[in-house]
């Protein structure tokens, strides 16, 4: 038996006020200020005992400064597990959404926009991976020359993506010979994976006719300088300054040791990478992860995609003590809106 199991119906109860009134005023909460309310009608002192209970436990615990309790990062998780009562996104903030996320703007623009509006409506850091590269599919490549043997490419994916690289080449090549390249290239890579292309083109190289083929030569070497680029996705993230204007980083060491975390961004790329393996909204809660050193962080991410594949994650980075019931949902709406972008590109 599990110390969920152990819970009973008043202790659920009170841990869930508890919850809720600390995140609402940020301070502790004491048994007097519960026990006045209606739906206990207890006593201070058994209160007391309830809430001693719930320390035991691990659900909560007392500050030194203060007899009232403050939840742990344990109590937070039955509260989003099991107590929390989602809030619907009102209106307002699903209609913001929903004009700042949309099909036609383009999966660059809503991917960046994305951050700044769940950082606009939550006050909380709003944090966007961009599209993966292994689940990102070529659609065309293009060639424009430029001057001293210099060769911008362009290569379009499915999902809108656009990647640009500018190379040189020790060969002579004309504004004809692009054309040729990359209506040969598009039609030898078909919809592959845009991180197969590479290998595909240098599979073709190797092969014997490219040997004697001075065109598709030509066209396989300008395809494999063109495709030598970075494959990593990309980490936006939007509203930091936010924490600066919690109680809980008001202590400069706590603020400068999550400011590092949050500029290393491997960590960060980490977690984000863990919801886009569960395919799922995933919840990191103060010491579950190793996100930062600073302690009482919260991360709240949903991966988006299109039906098959997932292409990132959006999300948003606040204090443990954070309005879980109405964030959440904004979280899993922004998901929502990124990927109806995705699927129309």
């Given at each position: 038996m599990?110390?969920?199991d152990l819970l009973d119906e008043r202790q659920r109860d009170v841990l869930r006020v508890i919850v809720q009134e600390y995140i609402a005023s940020g301070g502790p909460v004491g048994s007097s200020q519960l026990a006045r309310r209606a739906e206990f009608d207890v006593s201070s002192a058994t209160m007391r005992n309830v809430m001693a209970d719930l320390e035991e436990l691990g659900y909560l615990e007392k500050p030194h400064t203060s007899a009232g309790r403050v939840p742990t990062d344990r109590g937070y998780r039955f509260y989003v597990d099991t107590l929390v009562r989602f809030k619907e996104p009102a209106p307002r903030d699903r209609e913001l959404i929903k004009q700042n996320i949309a099909p036609e703007a383009g999966v660059e623009e809503a991917v960046q926009e994305a951050g700044k509006i769940l950082?606009?409506?939550t006050r909380h850091a709003g944090v966007v991976v961009s599209p993966r590269p292994n689940a990102t599919i070529f659609e065309r490549i293009e060639f424009?020359?430029?001057r001293e043997n210099r060769v911008l490419a362009v290569l379009v994916a499915t999902n809108g993506q656009v990647l640009n690289k500018v190379f040189t080449v020790d060969y002579p090549v004309s504004s004809e010979d692009l054309v040729r390249a990359s209506n040969y290239l598009n039609e030898l890579l078909g919809r592959s994976p845009l991180d197969e292309v590479r290998a595909r083109i240098q599979s073709e190289l190797e092969q014997?006719?490219?040997a004697y083929d001075a065109l598709t030569r030509k066209a396989l070497k300008l395809?494999?300088?063109?495709?030598?680029?970075?494959?990593?996705?990309?980490?936006f993230i939007e509203g930091t300054g936010s924490f600066l204007e919690?109680?809980?980083?008001?202590?400069?060491e706590r603020a400068r040791a999550l400011f590092r975390a949050l500029e290393e961004k491997s960590k960060l790329l980490e977690l984000l990478d863990r919801v886009q393996r569960a395919r799922d909204l995933q919840i990191f809660i103060g010491s579950e992860s190793d996100f930062s050193s600073a302690g009482e962080v919260t991360v709240i991410a949903s991966p988006y995609g299109t039906d098959e594949h997932v292409l990132g994650a959006v999300g948003i980075i606040g204090p443990t003590r954070m309005n879980y019931?109405?964030?959440i949902p904004l979280v899993k709406?922004?998901?929502?809106?990124?990927s109806n972008v995705v699927k129309e590109a």
């Open positions: 599990n110390t969920v950082h606009f409506i424009v020359r430029l014997e006719r490219a395809g494999f300088a063109a495709t030598d680029m970075p494959r990593q996705e990309r980490l919690t109680p809980e980083f008001a202590d400069m019931q109405r964030v709406l922004t998901a929502q809106a990124l």
